[in-house]
Nanobody, 125 residues
Framework: QVQLAESGGGSVQSGASLTLSCVAS????????MGWFRQAPGKEREGVAA???????NYEDFVKGRFTISRDNAKNTLSLQMNNLKPEDTAIYYC???????????????????WGQGTQVTVSS
């Protein structure tokens, strides 16, 4: 089993920045695809970004140019740098790791088997 723990959420004004962090523990596969997802109030959870063990990244269009995903395989950590935050970015953000090898590391929920508890990000206008 893999345990994921997020941190770094908070309440900020529109245009501000936040960095989310996720620490993986347990039987961690450093080659696993990892990603960030979010769930806004009243909406389904959606993918944000994903990164493979080589550092190749994929982003959903609504965060391209504003968010940056990164990982440290030696430390089993995952980060999400979020710049120019907007009120529509308000959500619970989840760290996730794939439980099996995937052909393409993309923030598609079906490919991820391990999930953190989430951290709240609130952006006010």
């Amino acid at each position: 089993q893999v345990q994921l723990a997020e941190s770094g959420g908070g309440s900020v004004q529109s245009g501000a920045s936040l960095t989310l962090s996720c620490v993986a523990s347990g039987y961690v596969d450093s080659t696993a695809c990892m990603g960030w997802f979010r769930q806004a109030p009243g909406k389904e959870r959606e993918g944000v970004a994903a990164i493979d063990s080589d550092g190749d990244t994929n982003y959903e269009d609504f965060v391209k140019g504003r968010f940056t995903i990164s990982r440290d395989n030696a430390k089993n950590t995952l980060s999400l740098q979020m710049n120019n935050l907007k009120p529509e970015d308000t959500a619970i953000y989840y760290c996730a790791a794939a439980a099996v090898s995937v052909a393409w590391c993309y923030p598609s929920e079906d490919d991820f088997g391990y999930w953190g508890q989430g951290t709240q990000v609130t952006v006010s206008s």
